[in-house]
């Protein structure tokens, strides 16, 4: 009998200051360290994408936020690739030297990665984001959402690409003292919020993968930069990690009487690594009604304050995502992790 494959979901939120993931790909250690004690893990581009730094591994899936929480509904599956073929699209606002030097870093990924990145388009118009901090989580707005729904369906029904990477223009506000505390290892992410609401646009009206990489004039050195923040600080653009998750990303399976031997549903998720205290997104409401394991990741703090007690979650509460490690090894090895304990109860009599 064929064994199962053990199923993994590493969620860190976006824009939220997570201590471990919320700077630039400071959470893909954790995730390289979780997928070689998993057969399949399933995570967000904020856990993978590192700017101009990324790794690539064959059981390890790019999922964007909201396709992800279908995902966990049970609504959508996904079905693995060798390949997509990727379409970019620039936002008009991009200035000409900027708009250049990102299309150059795509050209490069297709000469020296090899990646199917097959046509780019301009928007009819700017898209004119604007970004917001509410209650210490970073948020934004799109003023020309329509620009650039149009330009996804025309890479989409032209150029068939099975996958979109969008680079807008965001904000300038080198002076910010948000911005020194995030180059610092110390603030939010001004600018994650923002790209969720892109990405998600994309995929909730097209249903294909989708990732962000923003548009921005480069800072000056700052000799006190902290290793967390430094990946962003490579170069004139962060769209390599995007173009490399979005080339294997899984695409949505909408029907499941069109299931196939490799796709991958909800029910099929062994467990759920989050951190303790940002318990209330979708994703996690709804693996915490399966037979998921929810382990939750106290050293990970956030600037949310919901845990799975105040949900009526049940969750496996641990230190470090070493100890959740040691938790996914004991499940994969169908082993009760109390035993590997002093703790391990003697049984209990039913009257």
């Not at 856990?47 to 959508?76: K, M, P, R, T």
């Amino acid at each position: 009998m064929t064994k199962p494959l053990f199923t993994a979901v590493l969620i860190v939120p976006t824009g939220i200051g997570a201590t471990i993931g919320g700077y630039a790909g400071d959470a893909l250690p954790v995730a390289r360290a979780i997928s070689q004690v998993c057969d399949r893990l399933i995570t967000h581009p904020n856990v993978l994408n590192g700017a101009q730094l990324y790794w690539s591994e064959d059981h390890i899936s790019y999922v964007e936020g909201f396709g992800l929480d279908q995902f966990a509904q049970g609504n959508w599956g996904l079905r693995p690739v060798s390949q997509n073929r990727v379409g970019l699209i620039l936002d008009a606002g991009i200035e000409s030297e900027l708009l250049l030097r990102h299309i150059q870093a795509a050209e490069a990924t297709k000469a020296t990665l090899g990646l199917n990145i097959s046509d780019y388009i301009i928007t009819d118009a700017p898209l004119q984001v604007a970004l917001q901090n509410t209650s210490g989580a970073s948020w934004g707005t799109i003023g020309n959402t329509a620009s650039l729904l149009r330009a996804a369906e025309k890479l989409i029904s032209q150029a068939k690409v099975g996958a979109i990477a969008v680079v807008a223009r965001f904000p300038d506000d080198p002076e910010s003292q948000a911005l020194a505390d995030y180059r610092h290892g110390k603030g939010i992410d001004q600018l994650a919020g923002a790209e969720a609401v892109i990405s998600h646009l994309i995929v909730r009206n097209f249903k294909i993968p989708c990732a962000h990489a923003p548009a921005l004039s480069p800072l000056p050195v700052d000799p006190d930069l902290s290793p967390r923040a430094a990946a962003e600080e490579l170069g004139y653009t962060f769209l390599p990690c995007v173009l490399v998750g979005l080339s294997r990303a899984p695409q949505f399976i909408l029907n499941r009487n069109k299931t196939i031997s490799t796709d991958i549903w909800s029910e099929q998720i062994d467990a759920l690594i989050i951190p303790a205290n940002a318990c209330g997104g979708c994703a996690v409401l709804s693996l915490s009604d399966s037979n998921t394991k929810i382990i939750v990741v106290e050293e990970n703090t956030t600037a949310l304050n919901v845990t799975p007690e105040m949900l009526g979650i049940k969750a496996i509460k641990v230190k470090s995502y070493l100890e959740a490690i040691g938790y996914l090894v004991a499940f994969r090895a169908g082993i009760n992790p109390n035993s590997l304990t002093q703790n391990s109860a003697s049984l209990n009599l039913l009257r």
